[in-house]
C-alpha cells in the first residue's frame, strides 16, 4: 500500500490494480490498527494467521505497507 497510489496485488503473472481510488492515509492507518504492534525491525504479525506485513517508513516515519 503505497500512499497515493492505486492499490496492488502482486502476482507471479503480473500485477492486479485492485481499485482505481488511490491509498489514502486513513486506509493506512485502518490497515495497521488491524495487525499486532510493529516490532524494531518493522514488521507486524496478523493476529491467527501465518502472515505479516512490513512497515516502510519515510524520512519522517510515516509508514507504508508491504506484505
Not at 32 to 55: E, K, M, P
Request: a negative charge; proline letters at 3%.
Amino acid at each position: 500500500m503505497d500512499l497515493g497510489r492505486n492499490p496492488l496485488a502482486r502476482f507471479r503473472s503480473g500485477d492486479f490494480v485492485i481499485s482505481d481510488y488511490p491509498i489514502t492515509v486513513q486506509d493506512i492507518e485502518h490497515a495497521t490498527s488491524q495487525v499486532d504492534d510493529f516490532a524494531i525491525d518493522n514488521r507486524a504479525v496478523i493476529s491467527r494467521t501465518l502472515h505479516g506485513i512490513s512497515a516502510i517508513r519515510n524520512q519522517k516515519g510515516a509508514i507504508n505497507l508491504s506484505s
